[in-house]
């Protein structure tokens, strides 16, 4: 079964964030698997994240998911396709929501298009932003019966494209899974997300910046738990099936910061009050049962505080890969007061 099944996967976006945290982890863990990439390095991708990989493992692709030709023809040659490549950052959707339509949108239902011609195996990346918020009184936490209802731009079109793959599921048949997984942390983050960008700002000496009142709560999960997730997904969940993703790891943003605060040896109060995000979702919260019993799928990075120290480390170790990106970023949330 499973693991055999693939020898040549294509991931879509591998040169962000979690995509190449995956592609490591495939490389690393599945040793018959050839991983293609097919990423169209946007201000988010920077082909070093996949820097390490041996050239016999992997083929890098640098184009669009909305190129239906070029998608095509990578899809005669792949026996599934793996799909991180997005727009995922809610402030810019907020502030430029056109790119997320077309790349959530166009780019999905043009990967799904290619699946349904060539009966390509198809694992579609989504997030829990798709159920929109809870209160943070509320004992209720997600589950894959809990309605949509997307707050932002960003999270609208990562739930439209959700209904794209169920939509080609049913009416065309492909070998489809969807995988909503709450917020990610670990090496190789964008330094516009709030865990990185909080840890840069210390290391270049300004202060960190927290939105509202910072009791808004995100449930976190180190990037490599959902790449070990992913590819018990990919391998043994069931076709038209959505599995939810998370590690019980529910935190304020404040307390986030204040761990960060601590192991970088600042004071608690070391940071920036500033403008709220508008439509701020005010608690996200996974309940993985399904993917604990159905699959056996388990975390591994249960400590917090040791992740983080890594994660801290990691940025430390390596300005070189952020240190170019840094003063456009801040200088994009000042101009929105953030
Ligand atoms: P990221 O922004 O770090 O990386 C996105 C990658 O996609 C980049 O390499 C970029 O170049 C590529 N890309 C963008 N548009 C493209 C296009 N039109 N064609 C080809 N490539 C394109 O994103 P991330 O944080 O790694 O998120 C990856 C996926 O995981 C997304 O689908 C996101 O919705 C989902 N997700 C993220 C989180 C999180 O905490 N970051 C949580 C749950 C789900
Ligand atoms: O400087 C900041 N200060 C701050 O307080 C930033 C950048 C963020 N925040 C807050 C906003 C959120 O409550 O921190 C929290 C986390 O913010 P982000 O890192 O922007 O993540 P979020 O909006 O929760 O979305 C993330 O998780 C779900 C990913 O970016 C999405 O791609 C994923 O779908």
């Given at each position: 079964m499973a693991d055999a099944e693939f020898k040549n996967i294509i991931v879509t976006g591998a040169a962000g964030f979690i995509g190449s945290n995956f592609a490591h982890w495939v490389v690393d863990n599945q040793p018959d698997v050839h991983v293609t990439v097919l990423d169209?390095?946007?201000?988010?991708?920077?082909?070093?994240?996949?820097?390490?990989?041996?050239e016999k493992r992997l083929t890098f692709v640098h184009g669009d998911i909305c190129d239906g030709p070029l998608v095509d023809e990578l899809f005669k040659r792949a026996d599934a396709c793996v799909h991180f490549a997005a727009e995922s950052h809610n402030d810019n959707s907020i502030a430029n929501p056109a790119p997320f339509l077309r790349t959530n949108v166009e780019g999905t239902y043009t990967l799904l298009e290619a699946a349904h011609r060539h009966g390509t195996r198809f694992h579609h990346i989504s997030t829990d932003e798709v159920y929109g918020d809870l209160a943070l009184d509320d004992p209720a936490r997600f589950t894959e019966e809990t309605p949509y209802r997307p707050s932002s731009p960003y999270s609208s079109t990562k739930a439209s494209s959700d209904m794209l793959v169920r939509a080609w599921v049913r009416?065309?048949?492909?070998?489809a899974t969807i995988s909503n997984c709450s917020n990610n942390y670990g090496p190789r983050q964008h330094i516009e997300k709030f865990i990185p960008r909080q840890i840069t700002n210390i290391l270049c000496g300004i202060r960190p910046k927290l939105y509202g009142d910072g009791l808004n709560v995100r449930d976190w999960i180190h990037t490599e738990d959902h790449s070990s997730a992913v590819w018990e997904i990919l391998t043994r969940g069931r076709i038209g099936e959505t599995y939810l993703i998370g590690a019980d790891g529910e935190r304020s943003n404040i307390d986030v910061l204040r761990s960060i605060l601590a192991a970088m040896g600042k004071e608690p109060d070391d940071f920036d009050w500033v403008r709220d995000r508008p439509g701020h979702d005010r608690r996200y919260a996974i309940d993985s049962t399904k993917l604990r019993t159905e699959l056996g799928w388990l975390p591994k990075h249960t400590d917090f505080a040791e992740g983080l120290a890594a994660t801290i480390a990691w940025y430390a170790d390596n300005e070189a890969w952020w240190r170019g990106a840094k003063e456009a970023t801040e200088a994009k949330y000042a101009a929105q007061g953030q």
């Open positions: 169209a390095l946007t201000y988010a991708g920077n082909r070093e994240n996949l820097a390490g990989i041996p009416t065309y048949g492909v070998k």
